[in-house]
């Protein structure tokens, strides 16, 4: 019995001196990967670049960016971005400028960003028209491509169209409203 009693307190001994060496240690890992992963999400949300074509790392908070741009200003705009991710220390931005590089991962990130555009601006434009007293949102459809929303659908008044209309062209990445709402008194 009484070695029983001497094992287990040795062992509950031994777990509590070493258990806050060991979540210190995973507190740093975890920080760090988090870290990672709002730098990437950042980076990914940038429409100037291509996370997909930037790699990086942290360790102790201390990122390392590695991989290929088209240019000075891409290698710049990412390495800011980086600096700017709250709980950064330091940034070492290793990044390769080529403006001749492109590669099928480089276009697929610039697809998911303007994707990720498109999909926001519609959700934002149909949040705007639900918000409005003056447009039915329900009976209007948009669509986004490309920078482009494509307007369908009935509204009750000339200035509920003129106002659907206005929302859409001021909303952010909009370069175009095709127009094919109808007037129904």
Do not use: C
């Not at 062992?11 to 740093?28: E, F, H, K, R, Y």
């Not at 998911?112 to 434009?125: K, Y």
């Not at 206005?166 to 095709?178: L, N, P, Q, T, Y």
């Amino acid at each position: 019995m009484t070695i029983k009693k001497t094992l287990a307190g040795a062992i509950v001994l031994s777990t509590i001196s070493i258990t806050p060496v060991l979540a210190n240690d995973w507190q740093g890992k975890t920080n760090d990967a988090w870290l990672d992963g709002k730098i990437e999400t950042a980076l990914m949300l940038n429409s100037e670049l291509n996370n997909f074509e930037i790699d990086t790392k942290v360790d102790k908070s201390k990122v390392l960016l590695t991989g290929t741009v088209n240019s000075e200003i891409e290698k710049d705009l990412a390495g800011k971005i980086a600096e700017n991710v709250d709980g950064v220390k330091s940034v070492n931005n290793e990044l390769n400028v080529d403006p001749n590089y492109t590669s099928k991962t480089a276009r697929a990130g610039q697809n998911f960003s303007r994707t990720w555009h498109d999909l926001n601006t519609t959700a934002g434009i149909n949040i705007k028209y639900a918000a409005n007293d003056d447009i039915e949102a329900t009976a209007i459809d948009v669509d986004t491509k490309n920078g482009k929303v494509k307007l369908t659908g009935t509204v009750k008044s000339d200035t509920a169209h003129d106002l659907a209309i206005e929302i859409a062209k001021g909303f952010d990445h909009v370069s175009d409203v095709e127009d094919n709402l109808q007037v129904v008194n």
